[in-house]
């Protein structure tokens, strides 16, 4: 290749990131390094020489590292309107690639959507699971209790062919959900073979991450027979020991996810950093059984005389496995008067108890909410493993959305110790890259597409709060999508240097 010249012996880039500590996403000891960047992509790592470049970013102090890479975020609506898609909540982060498609969920055709996508530009880079829900769902309706036909599973198994086709990374279930807790872990497995035979993975929120219904060991189990039996990586999703019944679970879920590596079955997991979840008060105590049907059967079986006393009962039980009306603090609501109350308070001012408070809320369209229910021991042992990603999971009315990458770097980096800065990144790019199979991406590397990031170790932090989650992270100085500066000198610029990445 002819490396041009003015010159004599020099040789030109688009930007240079000078004397900054490059962290290079692989594990390996920081040291400081120069970064040269050209067409899009990584031209070197090392003394610049001869380089020179059209702009010479001073990155004296800096930590210089792959850009992030979320494997877990509800971006896809924001990325199709054009208001949002440059996704500055996790550009800010120094997140430079997005997977979306998670728990089942979002959209049905792949390929309009990367075609759209493409066509209004979008701010980071994103990749797309197909999701099982969101199949089940177009190919059987409002029968959500029932077993597919072999009709409708030959119909499902067409709609995965095309997302694969459509160059979908893989597909995702969220069988705690509706109408994903449906599906037998058969009608599971058959139709993730679609999948597997495209090389694509498996990602999952899992049927159970507390004791619902089989429970947290159970539901690893399973995933990890779906990963056997469908013969492709499984990927749990925002691993957690969920309530009370599970604390303490962690080591036993980290032994059986190791003896199932040390067996051949490739299982990964990702993680935020926080100990709530985020979820609906419908999602979080209403039984799936009372939504059978979808939302009208929703309407007359919180309703109905006949059911009250076991949905009263059910409910009851799965509150105080959450942690108690304490714990669910209402976070976004149709009825804005209830937003940042939890439902302990709510209840009170109404003068009810907190299930007859909960029904209500449902019936009048229900309320997110942050359900403080984690461990830190836990976080922290999941955390600790190798096979353990970054994950946002990224969601209205909390935090995680807008503070994910910083908040691991401040707390459990910088305060707490528990990772090094080198685990911290590698577990935020090259691990995430190589398990959503992401080519050329989540190191420094010359070759690799130049998602780049330049923070400040002293002012990288969230600010967003359960309070205020939409508060934008600080301490990124410079963050390059593509080779395109998305962030300069701290600030957003306008540009959409985004791509997507289509399996291949
Ligand atoms: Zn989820």
Known sequence: MLLCCGIAGAQQADIILHGGTVVDGSGAPSRVEDVGIRDGRIVFVGPKGKWTANRTIDAKGLIVAPGFIDPHTHTAGDLSDPARSRNDAYLMQGVTTVATGNDGAGPLDIGATFAKWTQQGIGTNAALFIGQGSVRHAAMGGDFDAKPTDAQMAQMKQMVEKAMQDGAIGISTGLYYSPGSFSTTEEVIELSKVAAAHGGIYDTHMR???????????SVKETIRIGREANMPVMISHIKALGADVWGQSGQVIDLINAARAEGVKVSASEYPYDASGTSVSAALVPRWAEAGGRGALQKNLTDPAVHAKLV???????????????????????????????????????????????????????????FNMKESDIVAFMQQPWV?????????????????????????????????????????????????????????VGYYADVVA??????????????????ATGVKYLTVNGTLAIDEGQLTSAKAGMTLKHQ
């Open 208 to 218: 159970d991450e507390s004791s619902y219904n089989i429970g947290l060991l159970a």
């Open 389 to 445: 990603m970054t994950c946002s999971d990224g969601s209205d009315g909390h935090p995680r959305k807008y503070g994910t990458f910083p908040k691991k770097f401040h707390e459990y980096v910088v305060e707490k110790h528990v990772q090094t800065i080198e685990q911290m990144v590698r577990s935020s790019t090259s691990l995430t890259a190589e398990t959503l199979q992401l080519k050329d991406r989540g190191l420094l590397k």
């Open 455 to 472: 923070f400040d170790p002293k002012t990288f932090r969230d600010l967003s709060t359960y309070e205020q989650p939409k508060n934008l």
């Open 313 to 371: 009962a059910e409910m009851e039980d799965n509150l105080r496995r959450r942690g108690g009306a304490e714990t669910l603090l209402m976070t976004s609501a149709r009825d804005k008067s209830i937003v940042e109350k939890n439902l302990a308070q709510i209840a009170k001012e109404r003068n009810q108890s907190a299930i007859d408070t909960a029904i209500e809320i449902v019936l009048h369209g229900d309320s997110d909410v942050a359900s």
